[in-house]
């Protein structure tokens, strides 16, 4: 569904991935750990889409990022949900409204898909805070509406960042089964991740793969995780 082939990234004149070959496949689960300032959110843009690779090759859904127009890696991205690290939210919007974003800017009426919204609300477990603006938001609150605006579309691959990095353990683990739900809904799931008891808890539950970005290289994790 994603490949990377050999690829490499450099910013501000030095590399900072290099020679990165990289598979994911329908319905894996993917953990990417590493250093600050290893590369791991620039891997994941790499991912979806939003850099292009500085050498080798990105294929998403089988289509090279470098013969595609932007319309072309933006039509393609729908299939792709992706949480932020840092979640984004329109104040003066409800958090149904911030939800429903991408359906509006895909031209879709949604009016139409009301039902979706509240059933995707109460899997997150907001359907009480439907109508609250984003500064009323917890910060566990927060993410859970980041990863319902990330799905909304249903996308076949689901990449997040850092998704439980401001939130304290039982959260963390909650958003952590959402992500294990989806991906035994037959999603493909990529999250980048320093908490180690977050995929120690993954692995009980899923067979999740580990990924460490070291020396500008991906690595498979050793067993020691």
């Known amino acids: 569904m994603i490949e990377l082939d050999k690829v490499a990234h450099s910013y501000g004149g030095g590399e900072l991935l290099s020679d990165i070959t990289l598979r994911l496949a329908h319905g894996s689960f993917h953990f990417l750990t ?3 300032g290893a590369g791991k959110t620039t ?3 790499l991912c979806y889409g939003d850099l292009m690779p500085s050498a080798g090759h990105v294929r998403l859904f089988e289509q090279d990022v470098r013969n595609m127009s932007r319309d072309e ?4 991205r729908r299939r792709i949900g992706v949480v932020h690290q840092d979640c984004q939210f329109l104040d003066h919007l409800s958090l149904a ?3 429903m974003l991408p359906l509006v800017v895909a031209g879709k009426d949604p ?3 009301e039902q979706n919204l509240a059933d995707l609300l109460g899997w997150v477990g907001l359907a009480k805070q439907a109508h609250s603006l984003p500064p009323e938001l917890s ?3 927060r993410q859970r509406a980041a990863l319902a605006r990330a799905v909304i579309m249903s996308p076949d691959v689901i990449i997040a960042d850092e998704p439980t990095g ?3 353990w039982d959260m963390s683990l909650r958003i952590l089964q959402l992500l294990v739900e989806l991906n035994k809904m037959g999603k493909t799931i990529l999250i980048a991740t320093h908490d180690l008891n977050l995929i120690r808890a993954a692995k009980a539950q899923v067979a999740a793969r580990v990924l460490r970005i070291k020396d500008r290289r991906v690595q498979l994790a050793g067993a020691d995780l």
Do not use: F, T, Y
């Open 34 to 36: 590493g250093p600050s």
């Open 43 to 45: 891997l994941l843009k």
């Open 73 to 76: 890696v933006a039509r393609i």
């Open 97 to 99: 409204e911030n939800v």
């Open 111 to 113: 009016a139409e898909e």
């Open 139 to 141: 910060g566990g609150e």
């Open 166 to 168: 401001n939130v304290d």
